[in-house]
């Protein structure tokens, strides 16, 4: 059996509290709070105002640039303000925020549960109506899709691949999701390739979900071009260029994309996504997230339509149990602890994770024995010691030299040390930084070829 | 035993010695390099910290610039102060240009009962990465975190946590103003600021730039933007900007009206003489403030805090941060990765 090829550790799945619940339905919030940044990329631009009445699935919020993606209603109402909002983490951003009336829908949305196969459409219109569904990568980096399937010209691609592996502990709503709704993700499927042109889709699952792969193994059989391919448990399996790795044996050089080498990787919810935008015209208004813990009263998956706040899905699993440490939006591995469950949820949170007081807290680090398990755990082929080490002194240039960037905050390093090093926490903020100055370069570069060529054609102007 | 061999491996390196000695000197004189032997004078003026606190590459660099500039303007060394610039003045030839000595202040006065925690952070204790993470344990965005980068920067041992406030605190009378914590602090809070006459000086004790009701809910210390101060300062030394107001130390001239106005207390007078009693409320703490004449630290005197210690019950009903979650205090911030790190937990359902 297949897997990636550097590094990576194993944590114990702990799935077992959520797998198998059927998705139920959250109920429709009072007010929906809509964050106007949901999407890596460029803001979105709100084009409601005060006081207009809005329908489920009416756009509110157009792309603010190439790569960025629309927002639409996902409950019907009144807006009351666009105003800023507190995330999570209790940082400020803009939301749109909407009074909840009814449940009415645009017409145009298909909302029966008929499976709809044929797709007449070519691959332009599939990727514009991708687009105009406002439709972002749900795995969990929340990449605009439509940048995904646009392929570079000079650049071909040769393999979909699609990520049904949910390596991250806890989490169960992919899985579920393969469960319940296959003969769509396998439709989503083809609907895809036909809009990447390419012949050959490989979906990978890890081996601890056999009924999803058999599942699906036997939906893809009514189609061609569809393998399946399961995997060995390991993680950050789900990490696109581990999947790729462990899927076609290719690796993605630094610094560079998928397309790269031919591949293009989208999660199954995206795929999901993909097949109600374009058979059901139905943009993305909600997703599934796991609500999980050894102490959640009814741990499951659940479908939440964006703008629902955090505690009323939390009361959905039967509120916040007794001995909460933590409150953690995603998994465990690459999740971050909450501070304020006022939040909305939106496409970026795939899951909450309620972890009991005695599982959550933190070892006192010690020192360094450089033993090197991080640098053999790291799937990037980094060294964790020593960028956590540059980051503690603030050496920025130096972080960038040794591949910071590539960095895809896994956290292995932290998983694997022995010491209780908290590796990852100065890793991040030193990608930070580091991202910081390479951004402010290349502006300064562009500034400056800007200026430049101004020059030269006012020079060239006058002579 | 045959000694010749030794005699000659003698021979052979005192010769190969020599003529290195030689080449070294040539060498030496070939590519002297010239310098202007008052560089060595002044950097030995100088108190040798290289904190750069002067802006230049250490005690050295800044010694160099000394001598190759035409006049002493806007050079100063922090460390040293007046009297290490009048030296080095002296060792050039020229007239020493007075600067005001400075100090560093932290512009935060959210102490524990002004701005309550309504989670707990148990991650790397550094201001920077709890900065990276997200807004810290209470609900302002901008105030001191206490995780004392500040302190770690200062090579002069002048700033500390104050483990009542939870806030920095500069000791005056070490601290040289060299800047090592204003760049340490990752939300802009410290500024250098003119020492002024008698140690006195207006601040304003806050970086909180969210509009007033948000501010006030989330410290009740917190600067509103109300702009009252702005409307009685006589002499054009308070703006606002971003519902944030500022003193501007080149003008203000100590009249103290404004800590008058301020309604949450945020404008602090610093190591004034207790006031008067007669315009006060009969409630002013007027003890506490003789308590302590001249220490040299952050703490206001008190007179003018009088309506916000009126103000403060009423407030400390408001400074709940986050309603909703059930447990807020219960809530710990980091980055998660070490929870699952603690393998033995996550796997024992299996075990059973």
Same mark, same amino acid.
């Given at each position: 059996?297949?897997?990636?090829?550097?590094? %990576?550790?194993?944590?114990?799945?702990?799935?077992?509290?959520?797998?198998?619940?059927? +998705?139920?339905?959250?109920?429709?919030?009072?007010?929906?709070?809509?964050?106007?940044?949901?999407?890596?990329?460029?803001?979105?631009?709100?084009?409601?105002?005060?006081?207009?009445?809005?329908?489920?699935?009416?756009?509110?919020?157009?792309?603010?640039?190439?790569?960025?993606?629309?927002? =639409?209603?996902?409950?019907?109402?009144?807006?009351?303000?666009?105003?800023?909002?507190?995330?999570?983490?209790?940082?400020?951003?803009?939301?749109?925020?909407?009074?909840?009336?009814?449940? $009415?829908? $645009?017409?145009?949305?298909?909302?029966?549960?008929?499976?709809?196969?044929?797709?007449?459409?070519?691959?332009?219109?599939?990727?514009?109506?991708?687009?105009?569904?406002?439709?972002?990568?749900?795995?969990?980096?929340?990449?605009?899709?439509?940048?995904?399937?646009?392929?570079?010209?000079?650049?071909?691609?040769?393999?979909?691949?699609?990520?049904?592996?949910?390596?991250?502990?806890?989490?169960?709503?992919?899985?579920?999701?393969?469960?319940?709704?296959?003969?769509?993700?396998?439709?989503?499927?083809?609907?895809?390739?036909?809009?990447?042109?390419? $012949?050959?889709?490989?979906?990978?699952?890890?081996?601890?979900?056999?009924?999803?792969?058999?599942?699906?193994?036997?939906?893809?059989?009514?189609?061609?071009?569809?393998?399946?391919?399961?995997?060995?448990?390991?993680?950050?399996?789900?990490?696109?260029?581990?999947?790729?790795?462990?899927?076609?044996?290719?690796?993605?050089?630094? %610094?560079?994309?998928?397309?790269?080498?031919?591949?293009?990787?989208?999660?199954?919810?995206?795929?999901?996504?993909?097949?109600?935008?374009?058979?059901?015209?139905?943009?993305? #208004?909600?997703?599934?997230?796991?609500?999980?813990?050894?102490?959640?009263?009814? &741990?499951?998956?659940?479908?939440?339509?964006?703008?629902?706040?955090?505690?009323?899905?939390?009361?959905?699993?039967?509120?916040?149990?007794?001995?909460?440490?933590?409150?953690?939006?995603?998994?465990?591995? /690459?999740?971050?602890?909450?501070?304020?469950?006022?939040?909305?949820?939106?496409?970026?949170?795939?899951?909450?994770?309620?972890?009991?007081?005695? /599982?959550?807290?933190?070892?006192?680090?010690?020192? !360094?024995?450089?033993?090197?398990? !991080?640098?053999?755990?790291?799937?990037?082929?980094?060294?964790?010691?020593?960028?956590?080490?540059?980051?503690?002194?603030?050496?920025?240039?130096?972080?960038?030299?040794?591949?910071?960037?590539?960095?895809?905050?896994?956290?292995?390093?932290?998983?694997?040390?022995?010491?209780?090093?908290?590796?990852?926490?100065?890793?991040?903020?030193?990608?930070? *930084?580091?991202?910081?100055?390479?951004?402010?370069?290349?502006?300064?570069?562009?500034?400056?070829?800007?200026?430049?060529?101004?020059?030269?054609?006012?020079?060239?102007?006058?002579? | 035993?045959?000694?010749?061999? +030794?005699?000659?491996?003698?021979?052979?390196?005192?010769?190969?010695?020599?003529?290195?000695?030689?080449?070294?000197?040539?060498?030496?004189? *070939?590519?002297?390099?010239?310098?202007?032997?008052? #560089?060595?004078?002044?950097?030995?003026?100088?108190?040798?910290?290289?904190?750069?606190?002067?802006?230049?590459?250490?005690? =050295?660099?800044?010694?160099?610039?000394?001598?190759?500039?035409?006049?002493?303007?806007?050079?100063?060394?922090?460390? %040293?102060?007046?009297?290490?610039?009048?030296?080095?003045?002296?060792?050039?030839?020229?007239?020493?240009?007075?600067?005001?000595? /400075?100090?560093?202040?932290?512009?935060?006065?959210?102490?524990?009962?002004?701005?309550?925690?309504?989670?707990?952070?148990?991650?790397?204790?550094?201001?920077?990465?709890? =900065?990276?993470?997200?807004?810290?344990?209470?609900?302002?965005?901008?105030?001191?975190?206490?995780?004392?980068?500040?302190?770690?920067?200062?090579?002069?041992?002048?700033?500390?946590?104050?483990?009542?406030?939870? #806030?920095? $605190?500069?000791?005056?009378?070490?601290?040289?103003?060299?800047?090592?914590?204003?760049?340490?602090?990752?939300?802009?809070?410290?500024?250098?600021?003119?020492?002024?006459?008698?140690?006195?000086?207006?601040?304003?004790?806050?970086?909180?730039?969210?509009?007033? @009701?948000?501010?006030?809910?989330? !410290?009740?210390?917190?600067? +509103?933007?109300?702009?009252?101060?702005?409307?009685?300062?006589?002499?054009?030394?308070?703006?606002?900007?971003?519902?944030?107001?500022?003193?501007?130390?080149?003008?203000?001239?100590?009249?103290?009206?404004?800590?008058?106005?301020? &309604?949450?207390?945020? +404008?602090?007078?610093?190591?004034?003489?207790?006031?008067?009693?007669?315009?006060?409320?009969?409630?002013?703490?007027?003890?506490?403030?003789?308590?302590?004449?001249?220490? @040299?630290?952050?703490?206001?005197?008190?007179?003018?805090?009088?309506?916000?210690?009126?103000?403060?019950?009423?407030?400390?009903?408001?400074?709940?941060?986050?309603? @909703?979650?059930?447990?807020?205090?219960?809530?710990?911030?980091?980055?998660?990765?070490?929870?699952?790190?603690?393998?033995?937990?996550?796997?024992?359902?299996?075990? *059973?």
């Amino acid at each position: 059996m297949k897997t990636f090829k550097i590094g %990576g550790v194993h944590p114990h799945d702990n799935k077992q509290y959520s797998a198998g619940k059927a +998705i139920q339905q959250v109920p429709l919030p009072k007010q929906a709070i809509i964050p106007l940044v949901q999407h890596i990329g460029a803001p979105a631009k709100p084009v409601v105002q005060k006081g207009d009445e809005v329908k489920v699935g009416q756009l509110i919020a157009e792309p603010g640039g190439f790569v960025s993606a629309g927002i =639409h209603s996902p409950v019907s109402g009144k807006v009351l303000k666009i105003d800023e909002a507190v995330d999570a983490w209790g940082m400020k951003m803009q939301a749109i925020y909407i009074n909840v009336e009814g449940d $009415e829908w $645009e017409e145009s949305i298909d909302r029966s549960d008929k499976l709809v196969r044929q797709c007449a459409l070519t691959s332009q219109e599939i990727i514009k109506k991708v687009a105009a569904a406002g439709i972002v990568g749900l795995g969990g980096a929340c990449f605009p899709t439509q940048v995904k399937l646009s392929v570079p010209p000079g650049k071909k691609a040769e393999v979909l691949i699609i990520n049904g592996v949910e390596c991250e502990p806890f989490l169960t709503c992919d899985h579920q999701l393969m469960m319940e709704h296959t003969d769509e993700i396998i439709v989503g499927i083809t609907i895809l390739k036909k809009a990447l042109r390419v $012949e050959h889709a490989i979906v990978g699952i890890e081996n601890n979900k056999p009924d999803a792969i058999e599942k699906m193994r036997q939906a893809a059989a009514k189609t061609t071009g569809i393998e399946i391919m399961p995997l060995k448990l390991r993680y950050p399996q789900g990490g696109e260029k581990q999947l790729i790795d462990a899927c076609t044996g290719r690796q993605v050089p630094s %610094g560079g994309l998928p397309i790269d080498v031919g591949a293009v990787v989208d999660n199954v919810a995206t795929v999901y996504a993909v097949y109600q935008a374009v058979q059901k015209n139905k943009p993305l #208004i909600s997703r599934v997230m796991t609500v999980t813990g050894p102490s959640v009263e009814n &741990p499951g998956n659940y479908e939440v339509r964006f703008g629902t706040p955090l505690n009323d899905v939390l009361a959905a699993a039967g509120g916040i149990p007794e001995d909460t440490g933590k409150i953690i939006g995603g998994g465990p591995m /690459m999740g971050r602890a909450m501070s304020n469950t006022d939040m909305c949820s939106n496409k970026r949170v795939s899951g909450l994770l309620l972890l009991p007081e005695s /599982m959550s807290v933190r070892q006192a680090p010690q020192a !360094c024995i450089r033993c090197a398990k !991080c640098v053999q755990a790291c799937p990037m082929g980094l060294e964790p010691y020593l960028l956590s080490k540059m980051a503690a002194h603030q050496m920025w240039d130096e972080l960038i030299e040794h591949n910071i960037m590539d960095c895809i905050d896994c956290g292995c390093c932290m998983f694997t040390c022995p010491s209780y090093r908290p590796l990852l926490d100065y890793i991040r903020m030193g990608k930070g *930084k580091a991202g910081g100055i390479l951004r402010a370069r290349a502006a300064e570069a562009k500034a400056k070829a800007e200026a430049e060529k101004a020059k030269a054609e006012t020079a060239a102007a006058k002579a | 035993m045959d000694l010749t061999v +030794i005699y000659y491996s003698i021979g052979i390196l005192g010769i190969l010695g020599l003529l290195a000695a030689v080449v070294l000197y040539v060498v030496a004189q *070939k590519f002297k390099v010239e310098e202007d032997p008052r #560089i060595e004078q002044v950097e030995g003026v100088l108190p040798q910290a290289n904190c750069g606190g002067c802006g230049f590459p250490g005690c =050295h660099g800044f010694a160099t610039h000394c001598v190759q500039s035409d006049s002493m303007d806007g050079l100063l060394c922090p460390v %040293g102060g007046q009297p290490v610039m009048s030296q080095i003045a002296e060792i050039l030839g020229r007239a020493a240009v007075a600067a005001d000595p /400075m100090v560093a202040v932290v512009r935060c006065n959210g102490t524990c009962e002004a701005r309550p925690r309504n989670n707990r952070y148990d991650g790397t204790q550094t201001c920077q990465i709890v =900065h990276s993470l997200y807004i810290g344990e209470t609900g302002c965005g901008y105030g001191c975190l206490g995780c004392g980068d500040c302190v770690r920067a200062c090579q002069f041992d002048a700033i500390h946590i104050n483990p009542t406030t939870g #806030i920095a $605190e500069v000791d005056e009378e070490k601290c040289t103003s060299c800047g090592a914590c204003v760049k340490a602090c990752p939300r802009t809070l410290i500024e250098l600021r003119k020492k002024g006459p008698k140690n006195r000086r207006m601040v304003v004790m806050c970086r909180n730039m969210d509009k007033g @009701a948000v501010a006030k809910k989330a !410290c009740a210390n917190a600067c +509103i933007g109300c702009m009252k101060c702005q409307k009685v300062c006589a002499f054009d030394a308070i703006t606002i900007d971003k519902n944030l107001s500022y003193i501007d130390f080149t003008k203000c001239k100590l009249c103290r009206k404004c800590e008058e106005a301020c &309604p949450t207390g945020a +404008i602090h007078a610093v190591n004034f003489p207790p006031r008067k009693p007669k315009t006060e409320a009969p409630a002013a703490p007027k003890a506490e403030t003789a308590a302590k004449p001249a220490v @040299a630290t952050e703490k206001p005197i008190v007179a003018p805090k009088a309506p916000a210690a009126e103000a403060a019950p009423t407030a400390a009903a408001a400074p709940v941060v986050t309603e @909703a979650p059930a447990k807020p205090d219960t809530t710990v911030v980091t980055s998660s990765v070490e929870t699952a790190a603690t393998p033995a937990a996550p796997a024992e359902p299996t075990n *059973k």
